[in-house]
């Protein structure tokens, strides 16, 4: 069966509101339409440590999350906006997969090849594109496969106040761009189930 891991990177520990749970929820009701059960994992709340390698020692939780993002077939990554650009917890992660470039299958593939990876960002400012963009080459590095309109996003209105919390609904083109997504997702991980990259 299809599986999805969504990484929340918010700054917000714990329960606390957050805009980028909000939008992963949504993409992960849109997987389930297509029968793929999410876990939604809030990595502020682990001990990542800083660095390159896949276990840093002294109660690194990155090895645990790393099962986990290997387990999945499809990746949806959610980070809010800060300063324009995606949270530090975010960067984070993607550091922490950098050691994957290292990691290959029995076949000598990178380790994460075949595997799917999707975007949802969330902010009252500027910013989204530009933390897609970084984040599809981080990814793709790795080893990720992107689908086509693999990522959504909502930012407020400019110099204005708000979350994506503070909506009363959705609103319909992130509605419709978050079934897409999840619909693009699914359809190439299925795809790499019946025949993955070549060895």
């Known amino acids: 069966m299809t599986s999805a891991l969504a990484l929340n990177c918010t700054l917000k520990p714990g ?6 749970d909000k939008i992963l929820r949504e993409v992960a009701a849109q997987l389930a339409q297509h029968d793929v059960m999410t ?15 896949t276990d ?10 790393r099962a986990k993002i290997l387990a999945s077939d499809i990746l949806v990554f959610g980070t809010p906006t800060w300063v324009g650009h995606m949270s530090s917890v975010a960067q984070r992660v993607i550091e922490r997969l950098d050691a994957e470039l290292s990691e290959t299958d029995e076949e000598g593939r990178p ?39 693999g990522a959504t996003y909502w930012n407020g209105e400019a110099m204005q106040g708000g979350d994506y919390n503070d909506l009363d609904e959705t609103p319909e083109p992130v509605a419709k761009t978050n079934a897409t997504v999840a619909a693009h997702a699914v359809h190439l991980a ?7 990259y070549p060895a």
Do not use: C, Y
Not at 15 to 20: E, I, N, Q, R
Not at 39 to 53: K, N, Q, S, T
Not at 120 to 129: I, L, T
């Open 190 to 196: 299925r795809l790499f189930e019946v025949s993955d």
């Open 111 to 149: 380790i994460l090849v075949g595997k799917v990876a999707v975007v949802a960002v969330v902010g009252n400012e500027d910013g989204a594109h530009k933390i897609t963009a970084d984040l599809f080459q981080s990814l793709n590095d790795v080893g990720f496969t992107i689908p086509a309109q």
């Open 15 to 20: 329960d606390a509101p957050s805009s980028t």
């Open 39 to 53: 876990e939604i994992v809030r990595v502020v709340d682990l001990a990542v440590h800083p660095g390159v390698d």
């Open 56 to 65: 840093m020692g002294g109660g690194d939780e990155w090895p645990g999350l």
